[in-house]
Every structure is written in structure tokens, then in C-alpha cells.
């Protein structure tokens, strides 16, 4: 029903008061099923990795732990993952791992995603000379494959979790610099750029209230699906020894130290193997669910 | 042109800004000298069409995307009451009002704000010019941002010139609702919640938040169903009266200028065809393209409506850009581009605007 408003131009009725509880039942109800499987994975990921010196059997083995005597035990009741080289439970190491590749995740998606739509949301509403410099320094960062450039990168510093970071964030953030550029370069022709420009609204404010808001969606779909990708990279830094070392509990490490016995001792390489592929495979299941609900 | 000599605020039009004639195909204004000749100081289809004291004035402004120039050496003015732009989609009118809005730097010829050029406004003079001279979009969806709120859009607009209390602000929110019609507590909503009508209602409360002295009305109800559009008019009508605003009123919509505007400049393919008072103008066209614009309006009951000419043509390139869409079009409309000049009290650039004032027939001319 619509009820006349003073002069007889008719008002809606406002939706209703929602409690909390609607708010999110009705919230579930809208988001895609695909998306949700990949929030609920990536929330038991989070939660495994909040959790590991509660949930690990044996939290010492996360660290720097050594048992000799029961070095690489099969999977059994006591060791579910079986036990690795220097006898530490494979099982815990997963879960203390979840921790260091969240981490890695979330640092390297953080930095390069504020670099990237900082610079971006500058480009796509100035044009200009702006938008033509900070394109060509993208571009000669794009210039190089990314993993040749994380590698480059790790070499030259010390092999740590945050030269991990830091080496993968900066390939990383050119990508979210163009898409965030070409966004806001669109946003920026609408009408209500136009009338915040007629207001006299300074151009910063311009930018940060009206354009960065609105250009970000896309940008949040393209973090979403980018999160496994990083966790394999970084993966990939820690096996080939330039990220995490011994003791950390890292993935990519374990299964580098592992890879070798996989014909006698199987289970040493497959479990930390299993839970990157599962990590990343959450992550891009979240992604491809937002972007499938942007599109509708 | 459309000024005088003696006119100290227009004077310095074509003559003195070669570029304005370089860059421009030589159009309606292209000074003629038996057009300069004609044009007999004090007519008074002159002083409608460029006020005195005009608040915002364009001067042989030409404007360009690259290499493609969409509109051709305009000179209008707007000062108190309202002044019309017609034109059909693609003749370069949406690209004039943003010229106007200074959101874009006309290729050559000025845009002057009171006195002076809008190219050359200081921070101060800018912010005075932002606060005076408001647009209304064509939709209010657009016109607004779609993750704020009512409130949050309209303060915004209060706040960006003065600094404004919490309080304060609700209250001139309110009122400002009010006045546009709308129920204050639609303040809460965001643009999707709400009608198109609405919409354009909030747009209005915004710009008129910051107290302007002009509006550019850019198709403001082109987006709406008709009644509403009936009610957005009566609304813009009320308040230009109140508040004593000067607007430009751009639409294709002759009904519209018919109601709200006194005087109006027709504009095809980038060029003004046509100015004048809108009463002359709708009534007695002297243009064809003015012509087929008012028989293209349907009437109720009446036959379907037959433009006259092949209106789909695209502009001609040379000569006079309607000729290819123009029952009357001859020889000299091929090879020479129409100047404007003066015909019973109104400005219009066409060959043969006689013939078209003295009824004939829209028949085909051989080429």
C-alpha cells in the first residue's frame, strides 16, 4: 500500500523493522549455495586454526617437538595423519599450518589489496596523466611472471613468513590496480559523480565517499577468488625453501620434506598436499559464488 | 550572433576568437556579413533570446570529444525565468548542460559566470559559481548514490559550503523534504527503496539544499511516467517561483518548454536552428526542423502523427546540416550553410525560413 505524502506524492511503506534473526535467515536465503558451501569450508579452515593448540592431540608438535622413537608411524588411532620424520604428529602440524597459510592469506590480500585499489580509484577517476602513470608502473609489474618475480624477490631477503608476504603481495596488487581502474573509471561517468562535482564536493572526498564504494564489489569478488592462489604460491616459495623453515608448521614446507618418502611413507606428503588443495578450493568456491550472485 | 554591438558582456564573440571559426564547419552563426547587417539593435526577439544580465551565458562554444566536435558555436544565456533547449537524443544537449555545470572545458568560445569566464574562476569564485548554478539529472536514480542515504545525500550537500550541526542538519533536511514534497521519513531510504518520482524529488531537495540561484535541468522528467511528470513539473514550477530561480530547462519535449519556458533555442546536430519565443517558435515554426519537430507531437484522438521529411537521415556534413531530412532543401541549402539571421522576431539559421513561415506544402524537392 502506498499512503499520499504531503502534497499527494505518493511514499512506500518503509520495509519492515527486521530482528536479527530474520536479518540473517533472510541473508542465508539470498546468498548462493556455492558461496555459502565455500564460507562455511573456509569458516571450519578459520576455526581449525583459531582452535590448533585446543583441537591438535599433541599442540608441541606444532613447534619444534621431536620424537625419535615413533618417527614415521602410519596413520593410526593415536597419530590420525600419522607421525613424519622426527616423529611429530602430521595431524597437528596440519592444524598449527592452517595458522601460518591464513596468515599469508590474509596479509598478502590485505596489503595488496589496499595498495592496488588505492592507486586504482585514484587512476580510473583522475584520467589523465595520473591514470597514464600509475597504468605503465602496473603494467612493467605485470611485465614479469609472477612467481619469477616472488622468487627474485625471496632470494634477495632473508626466507622468512614475511618475505612470503611482502614477495607475493607485490605481484600481486598491479592486478587489483587495473581492475579497481577500470571500475572506478566507469563509476566515475554516473550522474551522482556529476552532482557531487556540481555540489563543489573537493575531489579526495569525491573519490573516497562516492567512487572507492561503489567500484568495490568486483574487487571483493576478485580477493575472494585470489585467496587460494596465494596459499599455492606461497606454498610453492616455502617448498622450493625461500618462505617458512624448520620448525614453523607450514604446508608447503611439510610437503617439500615429505615429497621424498611419499613411496615408503605416504602420509607424510599427502595430508599438508590435502589441505592446501582444500584451502585453496574453499576460497575459490566463495569467489565463484559472489561473482555468480554480481551477475544476477 | 545573437548580441549587439553595445552589449558590453557579449561583444567579444566571433571576431575576436578566430579558433571559435577554425575549428568549427562554418554553421549558423558563421558571420555573415548581411547577417550582422540585419541584426537591428533593440529587436526584441533579440533581447529574449540573450537576457541582459544574464547569469550564465555561452558564448561560440564549441565542443569536442577528440576529433568529433557536437556542438557547434552556441550562444545562449539564462538568467532569471526559464529558457528552453530542444533537441532530439545525439544533438549534443546533455554534452552543452555538462559544459554549462563546468564539468567540461568547452573547445573554444567562453561559458561566463556573471562576468566572468568559468576557465578562469579562482577557488572562491569556483565554489560561489558550484553554489549558485545547481543541476537536476534525468534520473534521479543516477543522480543520486546508491549506497547513501537520503539524509546522508542531502547533508552532504549541506555541509560541503558550510559547517552545519547535527541538529541543524536534520531539521534543514526535513524542511527540504517538505518542500519537495516528500515525507520526511523517507530520509532513512536509499535510492533503490524509493520511486522514480521520489527520486527526482530527493535530487531536487539536494540541489536546492546549497540555495542556488539557477538550475540546469537536463530532461528532468524525461525517466518518469507521465503523471509524475505532470507532478515533478508543477513542483519545479513552484519552486523557480519561490525561490525566485533562473533555469534551463534541456528536453525533447515540446510540451514541456510550452509550460516553462518563455524563451527557447531549438538545437540540431549540435547547431541552434532556431531561437525565439517559445509562443512563436510552437506555433509559427520557422524552421523545417522546428516544423517537424512540433507535428511529430501526437495528439489525442487525433491521426498518428507524419513528420514531415525523412527524418532518420543523419546530419549532412556540408551545407546545411538538415538538408538530407528537409521537404524544402534545394541547391543553395547543399552547397551553403545556413547563417542565422533575423525573421519575423526570431532568430533562425535556414535558407528558406520564409517559405516555411508562409505554409508550404511539405512536398519533396528534387536535389
Known amino acids: ?296 | 550572433m545573437t548580441e549587439r554591438p553595445g552589449d558590453d558582456l557579449s561583444s567579444p564573440l566571433v571576431p575576436s576568437d578566430p579558433t571559435a571559426r577554425a575549428t568549427t564547419a562554418p554553421g549558423p552563426a558563421a558571420s555573415d556579413p548581411t547577417a550582422a547587417d540585419e541584426t537591428v539593435p533593440g529587436t526584441a526577439a533579440v533581447d529574449a533570446a540573450v537576457p541582459r544580465g544574464a547569469m550564465l551565458r555561452a558564448d561560440g562554444v564549441t565542443l569536442a570529444y577528440g576529433s568529433t566536435v557536437v556542438v557547434h558555436d552556441v550562444a545562449l544565456a539564462v538568467g532569471d525565468g526559464g529558457v528552453g533547449l530542444i533537441g532530439e537524443s545525439g544533438s549534443g544537449k546533455t554534452t552543452l548542460a555538462r559544459a554549462l555545470l563546468g564539468l567540461l572545458r568547452p573547445h573554444s568560445g567562453t561559458i561566463r559566470y556573471g562576468s566572468r569566464d568559468l576557465g578562469s574562476l579562482d577557488r572562491k569564485g569556483r565554489a560561489e559559481f558550484r553554489r549558485a548554478v545547481q543541476p537536476v539529472f534525468q534520473d534521479g536514480s543516477e543522480a543520486l548514490d546508491p549506497r547513501m542515504t537520503v539524509e546522508a545525500s542531502i547533508s552532504e550537500a549541506l555541509t560541503t559550503h558550510h559547517r552545519m550541526d547535527r541538529a541543524a542538519r536534520r531539521a534543514r533536511v526535513t524542511s527540504l523534504l517538505e518542500d519537495v514534497g516528500l515525507d520526511p521519513a523517507v530520509a532513512v531510504r536509499k535510492p533503490h527503496q524509493m520511486s522514480g518520482g521520489q527520486r527526482q524529488r530527493v535530487a531536487i531537495a539536494r540541489a536546492l539544499a546549497v540555495e542556488p540561484r539557477l538550475l540546469v535541468l537536463d530532461e528532468p522528467t524525461s525517466a518518469l511516467d507521465v503523471t509524475v511528470q505532470a507532478r515533478i513539473l508543477d513542483l519545479l514550477e513552484r519552486l523557480a517561483a519561490e525561490h525566485g530561480l533562473g533555469y534551463l530547462l534541456i528536453t525533447h519535449n515540446l510540451g514541456v518548454v510550452d509550460r516553462l519556458c518563455d524563451t527557447s533555442h531549438v538545437l540540431f546536430a549540435g547547431r541552434v536552428v532556431e531561437s525565439g519565443s517559445t509562443r512563436d517558435l510552437l506555433t509559427r515554426p520557422a524552421h523545417p526542423y522546428t516544423l517537424a519537430l512540433r507535428d511529430a507531437v501526437p495528439r489525442l484522438g487525433g491521426k498518428p502523427p507524419r513528420p514531415s521529411g525523412r527524418t532518420e537521415a543523419a546530419p549532412a556534413a556540408s551545407g546545411c546540416p538538415f538538408r538530407l531530412r528537409c521537404p524544402l532543401a534545394t541547391d543553395v541549402c547543399r552547397d551553403q550553410p545556413p547563417a542565422a539571421r533575423e525573421v519575423e522576431g526570431r532568430r533562425v539559421a535556414c535558407h528558406r525560413a520564409e517559405e516555411v513561415l508562409a505554409g508550404v506544402p511539405n512536398r519533396p524537392v528534387s536535389r
Not at chain 1, 38 to 61: E, H, N, S
Not at chain 1, 107 to 116: C, D, P, R
Open chain 1, 1 to 296: 500500500m502506498t499512503a499520499p505524502g504531503p502534497s499527494g506524492a505518493p511514499v512506500a511503506p518503509l520495509p519492515l523493522r527486521r530482528t536479527a534473526l530474520s536479518r540473517l535467515v533472510g541473508g542465508l536465503a539470498g546468498v548462493d549455495r556455492l558461496a555459502l558451501a565455500g564460507a562455511v569450508l573456509l569458516g571450519l579452515i578459520v576455526l581449525a586454526a583459531l582452535l590448533a593448540p585446543w583441537i591438535a592431540p599433541y599442540p608441541d608438535d606444532g613447534g619444534s617437538a621431536t620424537h625419535p622413537l615413533e618417527a614415521l608411524l602410519p596413520p593410526s588411532g593415536a597419530h590420525w595423519f600419522g607421525t613424519d620424520q622426527v616423529g611429530r604428529d602430521v595431524l597437528s602440524r596440519v592444524l598449527y599450518g592452517a595458522r601460518t597459510s591464513l596468515v599469508i592469506a590474509v596479509a598478502v590480500l590485505a596489503l595488496s589489496g589496499i595498495v592496488g585499489v588505492v592507486l586504482g580509484v585514484v587512476a580510473g577517476y583522475a584520467g589523465g596523466w595520473e591514470r597514464d602513470v600509475i597504468m605503465r608502473v602496473t603494467d612493467v609489474f605485470l611485465a614479469f611472471p609472477a612467481l619469477l618475480l616472488s622468487l627474485a624477490l625471496a632470494v634477495v631477503l632473508q626466507p622468512s613468513v614475511t618475505t612470503v608476504i611482502v614477495a607475493i603481495a607485490v605481484t600481486w596488487w598491479p592486478w587489483y590496480a587495473r581492475l579497481t581502474a577500470s571500475v572506478a573509471a566507469s563509476v566515475s561517468t554516473r550522474g551522482f559523480v556529476d552532482s557531487a562535482c556540481c555540489l563543489g564536493v573537493p575531489a579526495p572526498l569525491i573519490v573516497f565517499r562516492h567512487v572507492l564504494p561503489n567500484s568495490l564489489t568486483p574487487v571483493l569478488v576478485q580477493l575472494s577468488l585470489d585467496g587460494g592462489g596465494v596459499i599455492l604460491t606461497a606454498a610453492a616459495l616455502s617448498y622450493l625453501g625461500l618462505g617458512a623453515h624448520e620448525p614453523t608448521a607450514e604446508w608447503g614446507l611439510m610437503v617439500q620434506q615429505g615429497q621424498s618418502l611419499f613411496t615408503t611413507d605416504w602420509w607424510v606428503v599427502t595430508f599438508p598436499g590435502l589441505a592446501i588443495l582444500v584451502t585453496a578450493f574453499a576460497f575459490n568456491v566463495l569467489g565463484e559464488g559472489l561473482r555468480a550472485r554480481l551477475a544476477r
